[in-house]
Structure formats: C-alpha cells, structure tokens
Nanobody
Framework: VQLQASGGGLVQAGGSLRLSCAASGRTFGSHCVAWFRQAPGKERDFVAFVDRSSLNTYYADSAKDRFTISRDNAKNTVYLQMDSLKPEDTAVYYC???????????????????WGQGTQVTVSS
C-alpha cells in the first residue's frame, strides 16, 4: 500500500477543509488508517483513526466534535472532514496505514508502517 494525502490549503478560522488520503494497492481494505499532524517545532500528534471496516473511529480530544474521519474502500480513500478550524490546527497533516489485526485504535506513530507525504493546512485568525 502507498498513500497520497491531498486537500490542504489556507482557510480562515471557522472554515472547513476536507483532506483525502488516496491509497494504491489491493490490500487497502485490510488496513486501518489514521491522520496525524505536525506543527513547526513540535512532535507529530495523533488526530483521528478509522478501522478497516469503518465500524470504529477514534479522535484526539482536540479533534472531537469538529473533525470526522471516514473511508470509502471502493475508492481506496480515507477522508478527514475538518470543520470549525482554529489557528492552532495549522500543521502538516499526514495519513498513515497499517495492517489491522485487532480493532483496537492505534494512536502512536510507531504503530504505522505506511505514510503519505503530508499536506499543509494553514488556518488564519
């Protein structure tokens, strides 16, 4: 599986963006996927998780009630809908995937072995 993230851009506070993570490979449906983000000078932080069947999702506290993760396995794509954006959401956003053995949410970057290239999200105040 290879991943390509897209959809970032510049938006005003309170606005919305939808990120996409397009996967290549026939085994995408066996992978769980997460979004992480990294602001300048900071560590890469977990944002949201979706399991391979979309039955389970999990969010960082900073993303709850504002972000929604979803996937369309027929299109080999995972989405991150981001609403009510804040300046502190400014970061490079990465999608990551790993073969799912159990349904437990994975929130640590070392739990993923496939990464997309990142897409910049900038929220102006």
């Amino acid at each position: 599986v290879q991943l390509q993230a897209s959809g970032g851009g510049l938006v005003q506070a309170g606005g919305s963006l939808r990120l996409s993570c397009a996967a290549s490979g026939r085994t995408f449906g066996s992978h769980c996927v997460a979004w992480f983000r990294q602001a300048p000078g900071k560590e890469r932080d977990f944002v949201a998780f979706v399991d391979r069947s979309s039955l389970n999702t999990y969010y960082a506290d900073s993303a709850k009630d504002r972000f929604t993760i979803s996937r369309d396995n027929a299109k080999n794509t995972v989405y991150l809908q981001m609403d009510s954006l804040k300046p502190e959401d400014t970061a490079v956003y990465y999608c990551a995937a790993a073969r799912q053995l159990i349904a437990t949410p994975r929130v640590h970057s070392h739990q993923y072995d496939v990464w997309g290239q990142g897409t910049q999200v900038t929220v102006s105040s």
